[in-house]
T-cell receptor, first 115, second 110 residues
């Protein structure tokens, strides 16, 4: 099966600029996640979608981050305005909804550098 | 919420030796414990997982053990090979979304 697709692969922006990331999950996967992975740390959940509804966004910095999954398939994550501390890899993951503890499948991520 | 602690942060072993990585979790409701391997510049990939109704699970050279009473679980890699070199993450999930440990950088020296 095709994996989780993400774009772009790399992005360099200046602080206070805006940026958007795109994710296409594995076909049929109802649950989609956005994780932030700062260098040397484990992934941290930003937001979880079930179909097109938000399940958990408790760790999303809502003053600058937003995400949507309008048709329950693709998703976009936006940062506006970016700060230096937003430099990280942004990982999208998906899982099937059939099992409560179904494994997460990660995309290759977008490496964001904020200068 | 859930908190996952992982040790050690770095681990070096000689090729052929065993490697053990340990994690503790805080939420007694957690019932799913996956382990991910992340090679440099690549995505995390699931290598093994265990559910709370099982105490041990093995897949070739990899095994995971779970002690629910003590709230800790461990990854065991036997007969390590250079291609096992990577960062390994444990994670725990119960009523909250999956929470990851900070990772262990494993280096297998040929």
């Amino acid at each position: 099966e095709a994996g989780v697709a993400q774009s772009p692969r790399y992005k360099i922006i200046e602080k206070r600029q805006s940026v958007a990331f795109w994710c296409n999950p594995i076909s049929g996967h109802a649950t989609l996640y956005w994780y932030q992975q700062i260098l040397g740390q484990g992934p941290k959940l930003l937001i979880q979608f079930q179909n097109n509804g938000v399940v958990d966004d408790s760790q999303l910095p809502k003053d600058r981050f937003s995400a949507e999954r309008l048709k329950g398939v693709d998703s976009t994550l936006k940062i506006q305005p970016a700060k230096l501390e937003d430099s990280a890899v942004y990982l999208c993951a998906s899982s099937s909804a059939g099992s409560y503890n179904s494994p997460l499948h990660f995309g290759n991520g977008t490496r964001l550098t904020v200068t | 919420g859930e908190n996952v602690e992982q040790h050690p942060s770095t681990l070096s072993v000689q090729e052929g030796d065993s490697a053990v990585i340990k994690c503790t979790y805080s939420d007694s409701a957690s019932n799913y414990f996956p382990w991910y391997k992340q090679e440099l510049g690549k995505r995390p990939q699931l290598i093994i997982d265990i559910r709370s109704n099982v105490g041990e699970k093995k897949d070739q050279r990899i095994a995971v053990t779970l002690n629910k009473t003590a709230k800790h679980f461990s990854l065991h890699i036997t007969e390590t090979q250079p291609e096992d070199s990577a960062v390994y993450f444990c994670a725990a999930k119960g009523n909250t979304p999956l929470v990851f440990g900070k990772g262990t950088r494993l280096s297998v020296i040929a």
